[in-house]
């Protein structure tokens, strides 16, 4: 009876020993599988543009309030907010009320002039014939300079009023304000604001370890929201010699010629100075992984023993498809661009040909 059992046994043993080494080969290549497959790039130094990329508000290169200097009524504004206008060109019109009263004036102080200038012309004729005095002339002198002199002030003062009830803008430009309508009674505000904007200026402010790299006469591309991807071109034009002690930064000044007269104040625009070149590390942006949660930025670096460092880097600019790196990666590395998902710090990978 125990002959015929030993059969049986024999090859369950066999079977479970050629199970265990078919489960054993199951496990080797299972863990050869693990091992992540990725693809590299080479990357290296060069020397990149250094752009500065500033935001900054259009701004007139002058304004001019135009009010009148004795408080009146308006009769008309002839410009409405927005419109153009010419130097020379008249924007309002006052009530003329107040000239009357000014132009008597002058006619009394013209009188008075020609009445001192008589009693003067007699007193001198008097004096060659022996019929006067020497201080009798002086006196009637002094009249006459002091009745030339009350012309003078009413005469101008009749200019003033004249000036005051037709006012004409000195300068071409924009209406960018208008305070009153016609009936009010001029007040404390200007009654129209004129903005020339042939050229503009664009003020934007830098940092104190980009301010030896800015100059005068450097040029600047500016965009505007308004225009799309349409460059500007604009130059500097005044850097300031002082920081600003709340942003530690200084004020650069920037002149957009507009002859067009496109280019308005209060336009949102972008401006890029070129700051020269630096050499650095240029990586594709395929290579660059985000840390979730955080916002570092690493990039997975191959090593000689077929494994990978997750290396922290500083971006710089976007260029293209790549990023120019501030620091993290040397020149002459391995990264990899594909399959980062799968992987982690000292992790051996397989390099994909």
Known sequence: MKKYLILPLSIATLLAASCSGEKEKETDKSKE??????????????????LGVYTATVEPQIINNIS???????????????????????????????????????????ANLKNVEVNYNRAVELLKIGGGTKQQVDAMEIQLINAKNSLAQAERALRNAHENTVLT???????????YDPGDMTGNLPILTVARVQPVKIVINVTESELPRVHKGMPASIKFDTYGNEEFTGTVTTVMPTVDANSRTFGVEITLGNADGRVLPGMFGRVTLNLGKANRVVVPDK????????????????????????NQVELGQRLGEEYELLSGVESGSQVVINGQSKLANGVKVKVAK
């Open 33 to 50: 599988e693990v091992v992540p497959t990725v693809k590299t790039a080479m990357v290296s130094a060069r020397d990149v543009d250094q």
């Open 287 to 310: 290579a660059v992984v985000k840390q979730q949660g955080s916002g570092n930025q690493y990039v997975y670096v191959l090593n000689s023993d077929g494994t990978v460092s997750y």
């Open 169 to 179: 803008s000195p300068i071409s430009g924009v209406v960018t304000a208008r305070n």
């Open 68 to 110: 009148s200097s004795m408080p009146n009524r308006i009769k008309q504004i002839l410009v409405d907010e927005g419109q153009r206008v010419s130097a020379g060109q008249k924007v309002a019109i006052l009530d003329d009320i107040n000239t009357y009263s000014y132009e008597t004036q002058v006619n009394n102080a013209r």
